[in-house]
């Protein structure tokens, strides 16, 4: 198949012959910590562009909160494959994309609704929800009433 060991083998061939022509136990030390620094280097690197990536998203998120946001639409917006960039945002984030969303979406609701001047079917509309339905759901489900009790709660508090 005319293929030699370097072929085959590729950098581990050529750490392979540093390592076989060092002279002592010191160079060959040295040359494996260099090796390792240059991992750990690589690791270090690639974790701030992960997170400058994640920060990017976030920051993308928050000035569309009012829009339709899905996984693809974020993920196309980074020049990032969908299914990489949500385990990406989840190691990052501790969250995944679509509960990070969501939380993102309810406090701004809760914003509006604490405000006042919204009602319930204008706020859904302003955090990207067109089915009131659903968005009363959503809201219901993550600050334990309807976003109209919400806002009778905040309106009275004022008073």
Same mark, same amino acid.
């Given at each position: 198949?005319?293929?030699s060991? #370097?072929?085959i083998?590729?950098? &581990?061939?050529?750490l392979?012959?540093?390592?076989? !022509?060092?002279?002592?136990?010191?160079a %060959?030390?040295?040359?494996? $910590?260099? *090796?390792?620094?240059?991992?750990f =280097?690589?690791?270090?690197?690639?974790? &701030?562009?992960?997170?400058?990536?994640?920060?990017?998203?976030? &920051? +993308? %998120?928050?000035?569309? %909160?009012?829009?339709e @946001?899905?996984l &693809?639409? /974020?993920a196309?917006?980074?020049?990032l494959?969908?299914?990489?960039?949500?385990?990406?945002? *989840?190691?990052?984030?501790?969250?995944?994309?679509?509960?990070?969303?969501?939380? @993102?979406?309810?406090? $701004?609701?809760?914003e +509006?609704?604490?405000?006042?001047? +919204?009602?319930a079917? #204008? /706020? =859904?509309?302003?955090?990207?929800?067109?089915?009131?339905? +659903?968005?009363?759901?959503?809201?219901?489900?993550?600050?334990?009433?309807?976003?109209?009790?919400? $806002?009778?709660?905040?309106?009275?508090?004022? !008073?």
């Open positions: 198949m005319n293929l060991a #370097e072929d083998l590729n950098d &581990e061939f050529l392979y012959n540093k390592l076989n !022509h060092q002279r002592s136990l010191q %060959i030390t040295d040359l494996l $910590k260099d *090796k390792i620094r240059q991992v =280097s690589y690791i270090a690197a690639n974790r &701030e562009k992960n997170n400058a990536l994640i920060d990017k998203a976030i &920051e +993308y %998120i928050a000035q569309n %909160i009012g829009f @946001l899905n &693809e639409t /974020v196309n917006y980074l020049f494959n969908p299914e990489y960039f949500s385990r990406l945002f *989840k190691k990052q984030t501790g969250i995944n994309f679509i509960d990070y969303v969501t939380k @993102l979406k309810i406090v $701004k609701a809760q +509006y609704l604490k405000d006042g001047r +919204y009602k079917a #204008e /706020v =859904s509309k302003l955090v990207g929800y067109s089915d009131i339905k +659903y968005f009363t759901r959503l809201f219901k489900k993550n600050a334990g009433m309807t976003p109209g009790n919400y $806002k009778d709660f905040y309106a009275n508090q004022s !008073h």
